[in-house]
């Protein structure tokens, strides 16, 4: 007589009802795993990032347990400085005495030159407005031009009808009388009438905006 086959007894259509049911919390537990696993991944990301820009660095914080977490020194970060910005114009000082540098007569020519203009007194002095050279240029017209050049590029122009009072090519402090008003007026023409001097001031060979605001600045 044959022996019984152990798998006719089983009832398979139960089978697969079975296996789901006991495979079930595997997949929650795998499910949860997978979860936890890409939030640590993404904390262990920030965490790095932060350290390698040296924010809230922990191995900065706590040299003794994280110095072994990469980051970035302080020496690379010199490497890629800020980009500089323009250079500022010079601290001015008046270029005339104080009781006439309230109210000066503001000069503009289609952005391509600015000036202060005067109308001063005989004998009034004319003022270094910062340290410098005092130098001349070929004149192009029949009065005084006299230039006062620093060692950063800043140049203060000085037109006037007077006489300079300092030999040319000698440096001065600020606040120096360089020349004197004589007489006469500029060529009635605007915005000039009335005038018998001007200041202005270059950067590079470009005139810039002054007001009596950047004085004692």
Not at 15 to 38: C, N
Not at 72 to 84: E, I, R, Y
Not at 103 to 129: D, V
Request: proline share 10%; glycine share 6%.
């Amino acid at each position: 007589m044959d022996n019984p086959d152990p798998l006719d007894n089983l009832n398979l259509s139960s089978a697969p009802e079975v296996l789901i049911a006991k495979s079930s919390p595997l997949k929650k537990i795998l499910k949860i795993s997978l979860i936890s696993g890409g939030i640590i991944v993404l904390i262990l990301a920030l965490i790095l990032t932060l350290n390698y820009f040296n924010i809230l660095s922990p191995s900065s914080l706590f040299p003794k347990y994280f110095s072994f977490l990469p980051h970035q020194s302080l020496s690379q970060k010199a490497k890629n400085p800020a980009v500089a910005s323009k250079p500022a114009k010079p601290v001015l000082s008046c270029p005339v005495p104080e009781n006439f540098c309230a109210q000066p007569r503001m000069i503009e020519n289609n952005g391509n030159y600015y000036a202060l203009g005067f109308n001063l007194p005989q004998g009034t002095p004319l003022l270094a407005a910062f340290s410098g050279k005092v130098e001349n240029e070929p004149k192009i017209s029949n009065h005084p031009l006299l230039y006062l050049r620093d060692n950063k590029g800043n140049e203060a122009v000085y037109s006037f009808y007077g006489t300079t009072t300092i030999p040319l090519g000698n440096t001065v402090s600020v606040g120096t009388e360089i020349a004197k008003i004589g007489e006469g007026l500029f060529p009635p023409v605007a915005p000039f009438i009335g005038l018998n001097a001007t200041f202005s001031l270059k950067k590079a060979g470009a005139f810039q905006k002054v007001s009596p605001e950047d004085f004692g600045k």
